[in-house]
């Protein structure tokens, strides 16, 4: 399988790093940029290529019949997403019932342009207590890879810092749509700040 699908990424002119990806028992990673449909399929080919068994998370509903032994085995694991439902509390139940799991999460939420992260996969982290790993593509290099393991500080603010410089230099299908990384909280703080400016200035 491995073979199989590193020469299928090179048939499409990836090639993946040489760094290998981190090992532990447990970790979230958070995957950047996502800005096409093009990722889930990019990352499900890499996951097979690198030999790590990525799980990601799908509604529910995805996993009925007919397909949801395709997405199963794809790594899905399904979670239900109502309107009270605690998601973080959800995943977090997850991974505690795994001895081993690598759970991957797009902190962009959409493939088009937010002006902040979600910050699920951060709470998820902070919760269960484990590592982040970030995996990145990079069209500008044609090259996917993944980061050293990540121990948040607990201050999102400077880790949201921290995963801006890292993702810096990593351009997705569409870079026009790829989002700031900051909280949405920092996000509405810098914006009052900004009018609150220009109201002085009047």
Not at 109 to 128: D, E, L, M, V
Not at 131 to 157: A, E, H
Not at 174 to 185: D, F, G, H, V
Request: charged content about 25%; overall charge positive; cysteine-free.
């Amino acid at each position: 399988m491995k073979l199989l699908f590193r020469w299928a990424l090179r048939l499409r002119g990836w090639k993946l790093s040489d760094k290998p990806f981190p090992m532990d028992k447990k970790a979230v990673v958070i995957f950047a940029p996502h800005t096409s449909n093009w990722d889930f399929v990019t990352m499900v080919m890499a996951k097979f290529a690198y030999g790590i068994k990525v799980r990601y998370l799908g509604k529910h509903t995805l996993f009925a019949k007919p397909f949801g032994w395709l997405f199963r085995a794809l790594g899905g694991l399904p979670v239900a997403r109502h309107k009270n439902s605690d998601i973080v509390g959800q995943v977090v139940q997850l991974i505690e019932e795994n001895e081993q799991i690598y759970l991957a999460l797009s902190p962009e939420g959409t493939r088009k342009y937010t002006p902040y992260w979600k910050t699920g996969f951060y709470h998820i982290a902070q919760r269960a207590q484990i590592p982040l790993v970030m995996f990145y593509l990079d069209t500008k290099t044609r090259t996917i890879g993944f980061s050293d393991l990540f121990n948040i500080s607990g201050d999102i603010d400077a880790d949201m810092a921290k995963f801006k410089a890292y993702y810096a230099d990593k351009v997705g299908y569409n870079p026009e749509q790829t989002s700031l990384i900051q909280t949405k909280q920092y996000y509405l703080q810098s914006r009052k700040t900004r009018d609150d400016n220009n109201t002085d200035k009047i």
